[in-house]
Every structure is written in C-alpha cells, then in structure tokens.
C-alpha cells in the first residue's frame, strides 16, 4: 500500500475522530454495550455504503469537481441552495456543540488546576475568543496547528485505550441503565452515532488527490471509515467498562462529568492526565476544522473582503449564532450534536441519492455501487429514520 493511500485513509478516519467521540458513551450508556455496538455497526454500513454513492457520483461527474459544482451540474440551482443551507446548518450546530463541550471542560480545569469558579457565561467567551481566532488566521496556520494537536490526540487516546482496558469489569461493561423507556434511549442514540461517522466532506478532495483511481478509493474510504468504528468499540468498552453505563447515564449528557469519572478510575496521575489531555484536544482539533470550514464557507457567502473590517465582519457572522446557542443552551453538547444529524442527512443521504438517480438514467457507464434501487431505497429510509428520531428526541 502506497504513502499517498495510507496518507487518505488517514484523512478519512481523523475527519471522523473527533469531539462526537466523546458524546458516544454519554448517548449510548442508557442502550448498554451490545444494543451500542449494533447501533454503531448499522450507522458504520450506512456511512460506508453513502460514501461509496457520493465516490459514484464524483467519478461520473469528472475528476477535479466539487461537491457545489456536482449538485449544480446534476440538481440545477435548488439543488446547490439546499446543499448550501444544510452544510451552512451542520458548521453552525458543529460549532455551537463544540462550544458547549469545551467551555464546560474550561470550566472543570479552571476549578481542579486553579481552584477558580469560571461561570459557564465566561468560559464560553473565553473559549470563543482563543480558539475562534484561528479561523480569522487562514488555512495554514489551522493546517500546522491541527497536525500536531491531532497527533497528540491520538497517542493520549492510546494511552488511555492501553492503560484502561486491563481495569474494564465485562460485568460492568454489560451493564444496561435503567431508563424508563428503551425506545427514547434509542431515538436519543441514533443521531448522535449518525454525526459521529461523518467525514464524507472530504471524498471530493480524496478523488482529486488519487486522480479517480476506482479501486484504490474504494479501499481508502472502507478501510477509512472501519477504523473510526474500531476506535469507538474500544472507547465504549472502557467508558462503559470501567465508569458504567448506569453511572454515566445519571450524569445526563454531562462532559466533565465523564472525564471526572473517568480519571478516579485510575490510579496512575499520568493516565488521569491522558483522560483530560484527550478530552480537551478532541474537541479542540474539531472545533478547529469545523470552523475554518464555516468561517470561508461564511466569507465566500457574503462577499467580505480580505481586510481587517472584512475579517472582523466575517468573524462575527461566522461565531455569533452559535455563540448565542452554546450561551443559552448550557448543557447542550450531546443534544446540538443530535441535531447537527438533520442537516448532515440531506447532506450525505438524500442528496447523493437524488443526484445518483439522474446520473444513472443519464450516464449508465462507469463505477456504480453495488445493490442497485433496493440500496438507495434501504438508504433513504434509513435516513427518513434518523431525522424522526432526532424530531422525537428533541419532542
């Protein structure tokens, strides 16, 4: 396997790892291991199975398009609007779950290292003004940045998989919460597990970057999205393993709660330091790519010039909503994340779907995924099924 095809299934999985990792033991403590597990499994098919639609559709339409240019050639300008305002939707939740999560922890750390109550207000405006910045920065600064805290992150996660899976009790691991209704639990999970394999936004580039050679792309986005998968199951076995699905349950979709619990587990300060370490460098490096990608997205939308006053406008557009969501909503970091599901359905589901449908009356030649109408069928269904349960979560 060559460097540049490790180098994309790289891009792949680290586009997918990230802070919806840490949402995954609070969302699915109430399922239990197995029925999580399950879940994840169905939403890794999904995913797998709409990635390699979306390759379709980029190879049929021409190596080097993006994904704007596609859905204008396939879907006219309704198509290209409706694209736009999901992808506008998905940044701005991202975003605002992003805050919440990590002015919580900013919270937790100025508490345990300082002996200082931050107020969650402050946090927030703290969190914003550090790390938003960087977007206004540009894409190189971001780009160095997030290399290294990604490789930090990964090698944190290691330490914390390696060192807790000797302590995880299959018994505590096999522990189901109690919950009043197994079906809430359920349609609470589902959207949550959805986000949190979602890095299709990068299969254009990978097309352009492997010169749409068919085979090796569709090795590059299998094998991508299955490590993201692998990493889950263990996250799950040593949250739910160790801290319990019932414990975590009852701290109700609490962040630093999670890590809090997570760190008495062990007795080792280095360890403990490796909980909070990956914690805190998961949500960064998301909120890093998330908000880059909404700051240009912003800019090219509203036409600000490349100056100070026009970097200031775009700035404020770009982190104002979702400023406003993460200070009014407190405790939202699992919730946001559910809802950034709807928008990413349209996204990654729903649209491919109805441009695969034009293209194959169209273009019958070249690569198709496998399954035919049956698949694009079970696919939208399945998508239908995500946006009810996000709905009747948020009821």
Known sequence: MSLKTLGSIAIVAGTAIGAGML?????????????????????????????????????????????????????????????????????????????????????????????????????????????????????????????????????????????????????????????????????????VVFTSFGFHVCIATLVRYLDGDTRVLRKVLLIGSTIPLACYILWLMVTLGTVGGSEIHAFEGSLPKLVTAMQAMVESDFISKAVSLFADLALITSFLGVTLSLYDFVAELIRAADTLAGRIQTWLVTFIPPLLCALFYPDGFVAVLGFAAVPLVVMIIFLPIAMALCQRISQPQGYQVSGGKLALALSGVSGLAIVFAQLWAAL
């Open 23 to 191: 949402a995954l033991p609070l969302a699915t403590a109430a399922l239990g291991f197995w029925q999580a597990i399950v879940l994840m499994l169905m939403i890794w098919g999904l995913s797998a199975y709409s990635s390699l639609l979306m390759l379709e559709i980029n190879l049929k339409s021409g190596v080097g398009d993006n994904v704007h240019v596609i859905t204008g050639k396939l879907l006219g300008k309704k198509g290209q609007f409706i694209q736009g305002a999901s992808f506008l939707s998905l940044l701005f939740a991202l975003t605002a779950a992003y805050l919440t999560g990590g002015s919580s922890l900013l919270s937790l750390k100025a508490q345990t290292m300082m002996g200082m109550e931050l107020s969650h207000t402050a946090a927030v405006l703290i969190f914003t003004l550090v790390l938003g910045g960087f977007a206004a920065l540009g894409v190189a600064w971001v780009d160095k940045v997030s290399r290294l805290l990604f490789s930090l992150m990964i090698l944190a996660l290691a330490l914390v998989v390696l060192f807790l899976l000797p302590e995880v009790s299959p018994t505590q691991m096999m522990q189901q919460a109690v919950t009043d209704n197994l079906g809430n639990a359920w349609m609470a999970a589902i959207p």
